[in-house]
């Protein structure tokens, strides 16, 4: 009943992290690129990183970024349900780059997570 209760836990915080992040950059990425506001664009990434980096330490799993970026690429892909008069390019590039870095997030969680670089040197690495 216990890895129960912990699979649910997880699913919960991954759910909870990719909702915050998705609503963010559905809503202040949307004014982001219709107004260009290129200044603001840092603060979208740094909330991406956040959400990622607290969904990994309440899960204790590195894939958790991952999932975190799929579920917030699926939640600002919603913004193509909007009627206004974007071009779609606006819409699908932040999902591409939401989702590439949720890879490289995951990636670097896995090198500082699982590889253990006392016991080996980052050249030996394979």
């Not at 990425?29 to 840092?42: I, M, Y």
């Not at 980096?53 to 579920?71: E, Q």
């Not at 779609?88 to 870095?101: G, K, N, R």
Request: aromatic share 12%.
């Amino acid at each position: 009943m216990k890895g129960y209760l912990d699979r649910n836990k997880g699913i919960f915080w991954v759910l909870l992290f990719g909702v915050v992040w998705g609503l963010v950059e559905g809503s202040l990425g949307w004014f982001v690129h219709l107004f260009h506001l290129r200044v603001f664009t840092p603060l979208l990434v740094i909330t991406g990183i956040g959400c990622m980096s607290l969904a990994v330490v309440k899960t204790n799993s590195s894939l958790s970024a991952l999932k975190v970026g799929l579920i917030a690429a699926l939640l600002k892909s919603m913004n193509v349900l909007l009627l206004t008069y974007e071009p779609l390019s606006w819409v699908f590039s932040p999902v591409v780059h939401i989702l590439l870095e949720s890879v490289a997030v995951t990636f670097i969680f896995y090198l500082l997570r699982e590889v253990d670089f006392r016991k080996k040197g980052i050249h030996d690495i394979h």
